[in-house]
């Protein structure tokens, strides 16, 4: 077991890739998502606004909805992310459990920033922007006290894994 979050074997890193790159995961991913919208959206945030997974077990982490239009699609998903209050802003992470690539999402909001989020009890208009490397230097720790597992996602993957700032608009 790592002493602190995020530090792993070589061979837990290894059992952790090949895990996410099983098409069962993107699915569990995909599915688990979709269901926490709808529920979310069904009862107004009062469930499914607290991750309770991982990290989250013993100190449920707070969970906004994120509408995003697709770059090429042009169609409106939302999508369930975790979320830490930042003064005024909002701050998310393109984790995505530490798979290889950024989650759509980060794609969709550098082509299209200004869009709405749903947390519990009511919805904010903001405008999302990439944090530069000097906020995300900030940011990142304070992430991870939020939620421990992001630390064991950045070990697990190669890219620099992105955090997203949802301003208010």
Do not use: C, F, I, M
């Given at each position: 077991m790592p002493e602190k979050p995020g530090d792993l074997s070589a061979a837990e890193i290894e059992k952790r890739k090949k895990a996410l790159a099983s098409p069962a995961t993107a699915k569990i991913i995909k599915y688990g998502a979709?269901?926490?919208?709808k529920v979310f959206r069904l009862t107004n945030g009062r469930i499914g606004s607290k991750w309770r997974i991982g990290a989250g077990w013993?100190?449920?982490?707070?969970?906004?909805?994120l509408d995003h239009v697709?770059?090429?699609?042009g169609t409106v998903f939302t999508t369930p992310l975790l979320y830490l209050e930042d003064g005024a802003d909002l701050i998310v992470v393109g984790s995505q459990g530490g798979l290889p690539k950024n989650p759509q999402w980060v794609a969709n909001l550098q082509a299209t920033p200004d869009t709405t989020v749903h947390l519990r009890g009511g919805r904010r208009?903001?405008?999302?922007?990439?944090?530069?490397?000097d906020e995300r230097e900030r940011l990142w720790p304070l992430l991870v006290d939020l939620y421990a597992d992001f630390a064991t996602y950045q070990t697990t993957t190669d890219r620099v894994i992105p955090v997203v700032i949802l301003a208010p608009r």
């Open positions: 979709k269901a926490q919208v013993k100190n449920p982490v707070p969970t906004l909805l697709g770059r090429k699609s208009d903001v405008r999302a922007r990439v944090a530069e490397p």
